[in-house]
């Protein structure tokens, strides 16, 4: 990997010597610009993973939700393949704790076989063989938690050199912009063949509800706060203790007078 004087990565090289240029990345003004990428390279295409994923584990996949992951790989492989494997370990994390996982295949004995089918069918993208299927089924059977298991998988040296030669299209080496709005956050990205340009993933980002209500309550914070000031021309508070939006008590302005 080759990083520039603000640390952000340039290059990263693949092969035994590291001499095989894998993908480049641009800059523009700090924030990434382009992706130029070497299709002969790939595994799979992020938006495949994704899917091939949501399928492993038996989940339903909106649009919504696969250009969503797409965008955060694809951002994370910007940042380097260790980024890339990480957003990838918490894909899966974030899957099979899922509640909806979790309705689907309870933690019971019962249910052990079918999770490691899942296990190998998301994370390798394979099905179980004979012997490692035995083996982690023993695992589980004699006080290994799912949570072992499972971690076991997403850091296995398979699955971290599958994710890490993933790429954002499937299609021969070219440029791939990545669209960027004004606080840095990605918005889409388009692949460049040659012959014209088409969106790889596109990323709505939008409040959620906590968000809003985070901003809701510092925006009545904040007002409260000023009306309560403002009760006081002579520096003199009208109450001496916290009100519901627990604001600290408003000292005098000059406490000589107080």
Avoid at 86 to 112: C, H, I, K, M, V
Wanted: net charge negative; charged share 15%; with cysteine.
């Amino acid at each position: 990997m080759v990083y520039d004087v603000f640390g952000q990565l340039v290059a990263d090289y693949l092969g035994s010597s590291g001499s095989t240029l894998e993908r480049e990345n641009i800059y523009r003004g700090g924030q990434l610009l382009a992706v130029y990428e070497t299709g002969a390279s790939c595994y799979k295409s992020i938006s495949q993973f994704v899917t091939d994923f949501y399928q492993g584990v038996r989940l339903n996949l909106t649009t919504t939700e696969h250009d969503e992951k797409v965008a955060v790989l694809t951002v994370a492989q910007s940042q380097g393949q260790g980024q890339l494997i990480a957003a990838a370990q918490s894909l899966g994390t974030a899957l099979f704790t899922s509640s909806e996982y979790l309705n689907l295949n309870p933690d019971t004995p019962a249910n052990r076989g079918q999770f490691l089918t899942d296990l190998y069918a998301a994370y390798l993208g394979r099905v179980p063989d004979g012997y490692g299927y035995q083996a982690w089924l023993n695992a589980l059977n004699t006080g290994s938690s799912r949570e072992e298991v499972r971690h076991a998988f997403a850091y296995s040296a398979e699955f971290q050199n599958d994710v890490g030669q993933l790429c954002a299209t499937m299609n021969s080496s070219g440029i791939k912009y990545v669209l960027s709005d004004i606080q840095g956050s990605t918005r889409a990205i388009m692949d460049n063949n040659g012959a014209g340009s088409t969106i790889v993933s596109r990323h709505s980002w939008k409040l959620g509800s906590g968000l809003r209500f985070a901003i809701s309550d510092l925006i009545v914070r904040v007002a409260a706060r000023v009306l309560h000031c403002f009760s006081q021309p002579f520096g003199y508070p009208l109450k001496q203790r916290t009100d519901r939006w627990n604001l600290l008590p408003i000292q005098p302005l000059n406490p000589s007078e107080s």
